[in-house]
């Protein structure tokens, strides 16, 4: 299993916005097929630059669905971000290979 964790650090002048787009975004991202689920997450540091940074990680159903999002959807949902942001986000993105997993059970 993979998951596809995308970093980005937002602008406070267009912090509200972002945040009201990646909410819509996220879904349409779902919506590929090529994922099973997605979480956005708030990076809990204090950056030196300003901003605010989030992650969302999207979980892949298998290295082949996350090849098939590279070839057939990324460029264009990146492009919707990139146009309505410009230069006020960075974002980087990694694939993180999950190896094993672990659960707490309370009873």
């Not at 998951?3 to 909410?23: A, F, G, M, Q």
């Not at 264009?76 to 230069?87: P, S």
Request: with cysteine; hydrophobic share 35%.
């Amino acid at each position: 299993m993979i998951i596809y964790n995308v970093t980005v650090n937002v602008d406070d002048s267009i912090h509200e916005k972002w945040l009201n787009w990646i909410k819509s975004h996220i879904p349409q991202v779902l919506a590929t097929g090529c994922f099973t689920n997605a979480k956005l997450t708030r990076v809990m540091v204090e950056e030196k630059t300003g901003g605010t940074t989030y992650s969302v990680q999207y979980r892949a159903k298998s290295r082949e669905a996350l090849d098939l999002y590279y070839q057939r959807d990324a460029q264009r949902l990146r492009q919707e971000g990139l146009k309505a942001f410009t230069d006020k986000v960075l974002a980087f993105r990694t694939e993180l290979e999950i190896i094993d997993e672990y659960e707490v059970e309370f009873h």
